[in-house]
């Protein structure tokens, strides 16, 4: 059964850094494309970035270039956002997805003084 | 980066048909968009029901489908049931980018 379980999410003051994690398991992790996607209360699904088996390709929505960063370790089955110069507007719920098939159940991230 | 457009609401009788679409600002939506389509039920994450403009997984009812439809992506629900009152998103693939659409409720009533 394919599992993703994100974590690290919390409460964090504007200009502050976070970095969420994503334990997968269940498939063989070093096969699949994976992703990170947002969604801010109330509101709609934002796609955020993605990278490549091998992580030699990442891709980023617009908005986070420069601030986030995405990352995996396929050794320990871990996809993972280092997220800088944290936004109010960064405050959602991510999910971590296998390529756009399988969700996590997501984590929030709260950006606020 | 481009917008991809839902119709906001929607609402279908138990048992109806009603059809969403997806559009692109950029131009007409193809099979190389890869056009996904998701359901989103308050308080739970996503679910996928279909990937590449019109095949299904395993858990995806048989009443819904995919589509491209007069140069938008399309899902038809065909048969509702009061369980598929849902928000419903679609997911196009711009070359190195996605983008989700601006994401339809359906209402069955």
């Known amino acids: 059964e394919v599992q993703l379980v994100e974590s690290g999410g919390d409460l964090v003051q504007p200009g502050g850094s976070l970095r969420l994690s994503c334990a997968a398991s269940g498939f063989t992790f070093s096969t699949y494309w994976m992703s990170w996607v947002r969604q801010a209360p109330g509101k709609g699904l934002e796609w955020v970035a993605n990278?490549?088996?091998?992580?030699?390709?990442?891709y980023y929505v617009d908005s986070v270039k420069g601030r986030f960063t995405i990352s995996r370790d396929n050794a320990k089955n871990s996809l993972y956002l280092q997220m800088n110069s944290l936004r109010a507007e960064d405050t959602a719920v991510y999910y971590c997805?296998?390529?756009?098939?399988?969700w996590g159940q997501g984590t929030l991230v709260t950006v606020s003084s | 980066q481009a917008v991809v457009t839902q119709e906001p609401s929607l609402t279908v009788s138990p048992g109806g048909t009603v059809t969403l679409t997806c559009g692109s600002s950029t131009g007409a939506v193809t099979s190389g968009h890869y056009p996904y389509w998701f359901q989103q039920k308050p308080g739970q994450a996503p679910r996928t029901l279909i990937y590449d403009t019109s095949n299904k997984y395993s858990w995806t009812p048989a009443r819904f489908s995919g589509s491209l439809l007069g140069g938008k992506a399309a899902l038809t629900l065909s048969g509702a049931q009061p369980e598929d009152e849902a928000e419903y998103y679609c997911?196009?693939?711009?070359?190195?980018?996605?983008?989700f659409g601006t994401g339809t409720k359906v209402t069955v009533l």
């Open positions: 997805l296998r390529g756009s098939l399988y």
């Open positions: 990278i490549k088996q091998d992580g030699s390709e990442k």
């Open positions: 997911l196009l693939s711009y070359s190195d980018v996605k983008v």
